[in-house]
């Protein structure tokens, strides 16, 4: 979900049973996702642009998305799309260490030949 995309109006709906979340930048989306078979469409428009991730956690708090249905759908794919904390390396250790060198084994350098 790596984008910087804004959108202004974000929701649900939901297709052969499956509800997903939403988003668009005109609320005229509706239209569009009812033609293809969509059903139980709500879409809202936000107060200002937001990324995607950003407009669900607002769609959480919307009172338009408070039945059980919205809020596992939104909840899942908030949980889906935030960014998973790495560990931090280790202080002192390289991340990427250099091929050892092969060495030729001698059994004893001193002797004579």
Known sequence: MATDKLFSVAGISSLNGEYKVRFANDI??????????????????????????????????????????????????IEENTPKATKPAAKGVAATKAPAKAVKAVENEDAPF
């Open 28 to 77: 005229m989306r509706i239209k569009v996702l009812a033609k293809s078979g969509h059903i139980d469409i709500r879409l809202d428009e936000l107060d200002a642009e937001f990324t995607k991730l950003a407009a669900a956690q607002k769609l959480l708090s919307m009172d338009a998305y408070q039945d059980a249905i919205a809020q596992s759908t939104i909840t899942e794919y």
